[in-house]
């Protein structure tokens, strides 16, 4: 009897104690920002900050002190950046479950950001493989600014010379994780790949890294999207707005989903008996507040044992090896940024808002004139 009472109180304690954990948690999550100011002190390099979790209301572009690169850092005068589905769920803190990363009531990151290109003004002395006056690109946290320092030896390459610097900036997040998703599915030659939501910005960075790896390519998106996504090398484009890939006859070795608008068995429909699925994206910015888009890989963690089909989620991890492979490939002309909208540093909120539509064909890219 005593161990069956030890047993319940023990049952009874841990969600209490969970629950003042989190209160705690919550009431020590501040930052810097107080009394109106940015949390940062004044100097001549602008950049976009924010003290609270909201909407594009919350950015704001501040003066602050040029950034000095440490011992094995490099010191980038940003040319161009991009905006990401990334930043506006950092920018709201959703869904909720990634403030237990990002701060609980307000965020302890400050800066906005991570797509970036450039040329590079300085080096710390433990730097060999950058020197002042390269041109590069990468990602780092802060990116929507005039200057960025990163980590010489992760995240951060040489841009290759047919690129523009806005098309380089266009590239790493989107790309990266087209190019991982693809890998996760282990797409082989001659394979059916459909990828749903084939105009976005990850979107058509994986029709052409697809057809670069020799599938047979079917690419889905709205009709006004249709010749965009078949310019990229797509061999059949679905308009979704007429046709639903998941009730067709036609099944698929691979399907990529950058939009999550289908359930999970209506995908495995549309699936061969062996096939892949890849969930990469999905939901906007007033779906899913607490988990979010976190249900459907929850859902197919649950059907795992019982089918025959894999069904996936993939979070991308930014790397210099992936940029690099991906420098190859826009070198040799097989991928080729997209670029929809081009906005000044100042008006960032104004790319934020545009990208939370959902309608963004490819890139939409912050141009910096410092």
């Known amino acids: 009897m005593k161990i069956k009472r030890i047993l319940g109180w023990i049952a009874l304690s841990i969600p209490v104690v969970l629950v003042a954990a989190l209160f705690v948690a919550y009431w020590r999550s501040d930052n810097a920002c107080g009394d109106g100011g940015s949390g940062f002190a004044a100097g001549p390099v602008g950049a976009i900050t924010y003290c609270d979790y909201g909407t594009a209301e919350v950015l704001r572009l501040e003066r602050i002190e040029k950034p000095v690169p440490a011992d094995d850092q490099i010191l980038v005068k940003v040319a161009a950046a991009a905006v990401n589905p990334l930043d506006w769920h950092y920018m709201r803190g959703s869904p909720y479950l990634m403030r237990l990363m990002s701060g609980l009531r307000r965020p302890t990151e400050l800066r906005l950001g991570v797509d970036y290109s450039g040329t590079v003004e300085a080096v710390g002395e ?21 200057y960025v ?26 790309a990266i994780t087209a190019l991982q998703g693809l890998r996760k599915a282990g797409v082989q030659p001659g394979e059916k790949v459909l990828i749903n939501g084939a105009s976005g910005g990850v979107g058509t960075f994986t029709v052409q890294i697809a057809k670069a790896l020799g599938a047979h390519v079917t690419g889905v998106c709205s009709t006004r999207n ?19 890939y998941t009730t067709g006859a036609r099944q698929f070795d691979v399907i990529i989903d950058n939009v999550g608008n289908h359930p999970l068995l209506a995908n495995r429909r549309a699936l061969e008996s062996d096939g892949r699925y890849i969930l990469i994206g999905g939901g906007g910015p007033e779906d899913g507040q607490w988990i979010g888009p976190m249900i459907k890989p929850l859902n197919a963690l649950l059907l795992r044992p019982f ?26 002309g097989k ?36």
């Open 149 to 174: 320092v990163a980590r010489a030896d992760g995240g951060v390459v040489l841009k290759p010379d047919n690129l523009t610097f806005e098309q380089a900036a266009a590239v790493p997040v989107a």
């Open 335 to 370: 991928v080729t940024p997209v670029i929809d909208r081009r906005y000044p540093l100042h008006e960032t909120p104004e790319a934020i808002r545009y990208l939370e539509t959902g309608r963004a064909r490819g890139k939409v890219i912050i141009t910096i004139d410092s």
């Open 126 to 146: 433990k730097v060999t493989r950058f020197k002042p006056g390269d041109a590069v690109f990468g990602g780092r946290t802060g990116a929507l600014a005039e």
């Open 226 to 244: 249709v010749e965009l996504v078949r310019s990229l090398g797509a061999d059949d484009v679905i308009d979704y707005k007429h046709d639903d």
């Open 307 to 332: 089918i025959s089909q894999r069904m996936e989620f993939m979070l991308a991890d930014l790397n210099s090896e992936d940029l690099t492979e991906l420098s190859e490939l826009m070198k040799a």
